[in-house]
């Protein structure tokens, strides 16, 4: 599976941001799809991540701003990112779980979301 990310920016203190990712290859056994972030000095958090059957899951510091949807005959997973903060500062990653004969999991490149205060 290849995970294409992009929606990436520079965005000011309270703005918004859009995010996509579009899985390709193996896309039938496509499982959980998730938003991962990473700020510099720190460990990758999981943001969000939502399961083919649309359950969701969001980490405290983003609940109530961000939104994760995906749409599975386009096998996209999408992030909306509202009032933004500074602390968002943060290079984002697309991860994608399949499952056939096996789990595997599968990681995009990132793409840079720059808050500035």
């Known amino acids: 599976v290849q995970l294409q990310a992009c929606g990436g920016g520079l965005v000011q203190t309270g703005g918004s941001l859009r995010l996509s990712c579009a899985a390709s290859?193996?896309?039938?056994?496509?499982?959980?799809m998730a938003w991962y972030r990473q700020a510099p000095g720190k460990q990758r958090e999981l943001v969000a991540s939502?399961?083919?059957?649309?359950?969701?899951n969001y980490a405290d510091s983003v609940k109530g701003r961000f939104t994760i949807s995906r749409d599975n005959a386009a096998n996209t997973v999408n992030l909306r990112m509202n009032t933004l903060k500074p602390e968002d500062t943060a290079a984002y990653y697309c991860?994608?779980?399949?499952?056939?004969?096996?789990?595997?999991?599968?990681w995009g490149q990132g793409t840079l979301v720059t808050v500035s205060s």
């Open positions: 991860y994608a779980v399949t499952h056939d004969s096996r789990w595997m999991y599968w």
């Open positions: 290859g193996s896309v039938s056994s496509l499982n959980t």
């Open positions: 939502i399961t083919r059957g649309g359950i969701t």
